[in-house]
């Protein structure tokens, strides 16, 4: 570890503080229906949308028909994103002529966008045409992200309001975020990634006659307009095959930074948003400082492992000052590839500018135990928001079992409905990540698709299903996954960790929404100070994390003993 | 459920215009307008012919020129239409015979131990467009001997195609080999 590395990670991080606020604020007016520029501009369209879809904008819904609304959304995403794929031989801007997309395939990839997972089992520049990654991916890069917003609304609704029984309405919510939020910013964002070097066209290829005489052909394609929501969105799915470690999706250090930034400012955001909106500001600081402590610790941790290198290749003669090269951009470095691996995981982003799978053992163990504790630093725009209310929830509870008090949280007392709704949240996740796992090392065929033996081959196969879960999307490479067996069993994995997660939170929502806010009294726990924020990152790490921690000792733990011993596998 | 059909799909519908087709052409026109060289790839030209672009690595073996990183991308290293990694683990046996076997290929080429690691690691998209200036330096001799240059001239353009940190701290000190070697065929022998 270097002080520059340090400065530049730090960087960053200035540049999301200073964006939060801003940012925080201009979306509050978007949901809250106030007027403004875009609002100005898009508001007939806004408006033409409702009426064409048959929607009053102003009859709110209740907890169960709200998510209805969603299901009903997601299924018609997933459907026609299914029917793209399947059909692009007839569809037009297909330069390449590509056929269409296998049937397990094309389920794995159409449920892996509609999730907000973005999981590739496929390599972009060679099956997607580009009608498929526009009006396809592109498309669901946007309504996955709007949608995970509009729930964060509605729950955010809910402890902002006193005894309601409407949270919002889904169709507005979600509308309103992709044309007032998302399209603009990632319009303003495609063009400087245009600027950085990104390529923007429809041209498939072109085909450049190397100086030793060979030919290479260059994938082209609009890749700037699908980077900029990819990370905007935090989905994570990456134009070409090596995603953000591709020159042509992230090309310099400072697209390196925008590509971050673009993934973290919005959901770091969102919370700013949630404190605005229930009223108290120092709530939503208070959440963002338990995530960025987390989060800033993810970073150091791969930082320092990848920073040290492989002592198996040092010992070959490899020069160590450089770290663990192996998978990485020389542009990069150590520094701002931990940083861009432990963001991408801390949200569900997904997207890499290394490879995981060659990280070493610790350096590999934080991305993926980052998506384990729940993808909620700050996690997916919207998804991350719902996701660490829950903990805050499971937070309050514990603190009331210690005094002997009834749980509040923001006014809104928390009884055993809601306890027994957030557990069941909370232990969808390591049920479909460690069940999944179980049963493919059991299975001769899935174990046939790992890369790498060893201990690193339990890696690969529970970071696959990690990933899906969480809905985050990058992988540890080696495990072949476009496989019967990894499609089917990774896009159900993705469908439980986005639905069977969201259903329940969305219950919970409409039950708080319901309660009376109390003012709080002097015996009301406070939830926006130190003590509270310690309390949350104990409870993150012991219900978020502990399960996890055998299969982790079998795998990335195992795998560093065996490195430092030189053993190969 | 059913009532929430007919929203469903026609706002899908609707946003799929505007986020699906809208939005990525209305960057495309204005990308090629505002910025052409880069909306299409930032290509290099020579001779009125595309030898590459600026930001995707190319594979070079020759003795007069210097050599990129290893690549993983299949079936040719540097395949730029088939991107990626070689996604081993660090205790990958095919990663250390690889590195193994690479390093011997180097100390022929008169680079000693200790390699700098970029030598002999294959990078995360298998095009990297750049070396480590401790790599670059080390093949200096080579490229000398081979062109019947002076080591001094080849040091200076060296240092003059390096590029450094940006504020003095934004980015990693690198070298282009495409760009590196076509000043190399431009430089007088």
């Given amino acids: 570890m270097t002080i520059v590395g340090w400065l530049q990670i730090s960087l960053l991080f200035l540049f999301v503080a200073i964006a939060i606020k801003p940012l925080g604020v201009y979306m509050a007016q978007v949901f809250e229906g106030e007027r403004n520029l875009a609002t100005k501009l898009g508001g007939p369209f806004e408006r033409g949308f409702y009426r064409l879809a048959g929607i009053n904008p102003d009859k709110e819904q209740g907890w169960l028909s709200y998510t209805l609304a969603m299901l009903a959304f997601s299924l018609a995403g997933f459907v026609s994103l299914y029917a793209i794929l399947r059909l692009q031989a007839y569809l037009p801007l297909n330069p390449q002529g590509f056929p269409a997309v296998p049937a397990d395939l094309a389920f794995n990839t159409a449920v892996s966008f509609v999730t907000n997972t973005n999981w590739q089992n496929y390599a972009g520049e060679a099956v997607m045409s580009h009608f498929s990654q526009m009006a396809g991916l592109t498309v669901h890069n946007f309504l996955s992200a709007a949608t995970g917003m509009a729930l964060a609304m509605a729950v955010t609704r809910a402890l902002a309001r006193s005894k309601v029984s409407t949270l919002g309405n889904f169709w507005v919510d979600m509308t309103r975020a992709t044309l007032y939020v998302l399209l603009p910013i990632a319009f303003i964002i495609a063009l400087g990634f245009v600027a950085m070097g990104l390529p923007q066209t429809l041209d498939a290829s072109a085909t450049a006659t190397t100086l030793e005489g060979a030919q290479q052909v260059i994938s082209l394609g609009p890749v700037a307009s699908q980077e900029a929501i990819k990370q905007l969105g935090t989905n994570g799915g990456g134009f070409f095959n090596a995603n953000a470690a591709h020159p042509f999706e992230n090309p310099t250090a400072w697209s390196n930074y925008l590509n971050i930034f673009s993934m973290l400012s919005l959901s770091a955001a969102l919370v700013y948003t949630f404190g605005r909106m229930v009223g108290n500001r120092r709530q939503g600081w208070a959440l963002i400082t338990a995530m960025a402590v987390l989060l800033i610790t993810g970073v150091a941790v791969t930082y320092w492992a990848e920073a040290a290198g492989n002592p198996i290749l040092t010992s070959l003669g490899v020069d160590a000052a450089q770290g663990n090269m192996e998978g990485k951009e020389v542009r990069f470095g150590q520094a701002m590839t931990a940083l861009y691996a432990a963001v991408t995981t801390g949200l569900s982003d997904g997207g890499v500018n290394g490879m995981h799978g060659s990280f070493t053992g610790l350096g590999g163990l934080v991305p993926m135990f980052l998506i384990q504790l729940g993808e909620v630093l700050p996690g997916g725009v919207g998804s991350g928001l719902y996701g660490m209310l829950v903990f805050a929830l499971l937070s309050v509870f514990v603190a009331g079992l210690m005094v002997g008090r009834t749980p509040e949280f923001l006014g809104k007392k928390i009884e055993g409905r809601e306890m027994k709704f957030a557990m069941l949240a909370v232990l969808i996740l390591p049920l479909v990540i460690l069940g999944f796992t179980a049963i493919s090392v059991m299975l001769p065929f899935a174990v046939a698709s790992i890369g790498t033996a060893g201990p690193h081959g339990l890696s690969e196969i529970l970071y696959a299903y990690t990933s899906a879960a969480g809905n985050n999307g990058s992988a540890f490479g080696g495990l072949s996954g476009n496989t019967l067996w990894y499609n089917s069993t990774l896009g159900i994995a993705m469908l439980l960790g986005r639905f069977a997660y969201v259903i329940p939170v969305m219950a919970i929502a409409g039950s708080l929404a319901a309660k009376v806010k109390t003012p709080a009294s002097a015996g009301t726990f406070p939830t926006d100070g130190p003590l509270f924020v310690g309390l949350l990152i104990g409870i993150i790490l012991i219900l978020g994390g502990l399960q996890f921690f055998p299969a982790l000792a079998l795998g990335p733990i195992v795998e560093h003993f065996a490195m430092l011993a030189g053993q190969t596998f | ?189």
Wanted: proline residues 7%.
């Fill in chain 2, 1 to 189: 459920m059913i009532n929430h059909l007919r929203p469903a799909i026609t706002i899908l519908f609707l946003l799929t215009l505007v986020t699906g087709l809208a939005y990525p052409l209305a960057v495309t026109r204005i990308g090629r307008a505002l910025l052409p060289q880069q909306a299409q790839g930032s290509l290099i030209e020579r001779n009125g012919q595309i030898v590459g672009s600026r930001l995707i690595g190319q594979n070079f073996t020759s003795d007069r020129y210097f050599w990129p990183r290893p690549s993983a991308t299949s079936p040719d290293p540097y395949s730029a239409s088939a991107s990626g990694g070689s996604n081993l683990g660090p205790t990958s046996a095919k990663l250390k015979e690889r590195v193994d076997s690479d390093m011997k290929r180097l100390s022929v080429a008169g680079i000693a131990a200790p390699v700098p690691a970029d030598a002999v690691t294959t990078s995360g998209s298998g095009l990297d467009p750049h070396i480590s200036p401790d790599y670059a330096a080390a093949q200096v001799a080579r490229v000398a001997k081979a062109r019947g240059v002076n080591e001094a001239d080849l040091k200076a353009l060296l240092s003059r195609l390096t590029e450094g940190r940006d504020l003095g701290f934004v980015g990693e000190p690198r070298v282009n080999v495409l760009e590196l070697n076509l000043a190399l065929d431009e430089m007088k022998s």
